[in-house]
């Protein structure tokens, strides 16, 4: 089945600056990469997804780039503010036909220092 | 729209007694997901379902789990006996999943489970 690598597991990084979350997959099938913020006792929540037919995603201070040869996909927040922090989750889905389902990355936890 | 409903939001139980977590799905979504979250492994997808029928289980930990989606508004996940490392918080998510839909997940707010 997939399985999905992240880095780092821990993220602290001065407010106005930038940061970058990490992750690869190992199914080259996997098509789908969505990005989760989660806060502290609340759920996860969509922030960025991006498809294998595209290379790079922007909305506003987010990113996300997608290298498909190598196998890894990246998140990108810029101008950091305080209510960035929180635990950020990347996550492959496979082509179908039993593999729907979201394999997610072990979680980053984005600290942003005032 | 109301979202992913999950109930209970809390549950406090002895071990080997029987739990069960329920969800309803948001209204026109045609799958639906049971994920786990804990400290040690993170999240975990346990069982999904498409069009009420269960499409992958491998992800359920051991024959004491069981799910159930009797219709396209409701879904139960069960746990029988349950044990103390059934601690978790279980998440229940849907998607709208077609060639055309981007068949983003999701997420209900969780059932915190605490098993003594």
């Known amino acids: 089945g997939e399985n999905v690598e992240q880095h780092p597991s821990t993220l602290s990084v001065q407010e106005g600056d930038s940061a970058v979350i990490k992750c690869t997959y190992s199914?080259?099938?996997?098509?789908?990469f969505p990005w989760y913020k989660q806060e502290l006792g609340k759920r996860p929540q969509l922030i960025i997804d991006?498809?294998?037919?595209?290379g790079e995603k922007k909305d506003q201070r987010i990113a996300v780039t997608l290298n498909k040869t190598a196998k890894h996909f990246s998140l990108h927040i810029t101008e950091t503010q305080p209510e960035d922090s929180a635990v950020y989750f990347c996550a492959a889905r496979g082509t179908g036909g039993g593999a729907d389902g979201l394999t997610f990355g072990k979680g980053t936890h984005l600290i942003i220092q005032p | 729209d109301a979202g992913v409903i999950q109930s209970p939001r809390h549950e406090v139980t002895e071990m080997g007694q029987e739990v069960t977590l329920r969800c309803k799905p948001i209204s026109g979504h045609n799958s639906l997901f049971w994920y786990r979250q804990t400290m040690m492994r993170g999240l975990e997808l346990l069982i999904y379902?498409?069009?009420?029928?269960?499409?992958?289980d491998s992800g359920m930990p051991e024959d004491r789990f069981s799910a159930k989606m009797p219709n396209a508004s409701f879904s139960t996940l069960k746990i029988q006996p349950s044990e103390p490392r059934d601690s978790a918080v279980y998440f229940c998510a849907s998607s709208f999943r077609d060639f055309l839909s981007t068949d983003t997940q999701y997420f209900g707010p969780g059932t915190r489970l605490t098993v003594l």
């Open positions: 991006i498809r294998s037919n595209v």
């Open positions: 199914d080259s099938a996997s098509n789908y």
């Open positions: 379902f498409n069009n009420n029928v269960p499409i992958d």
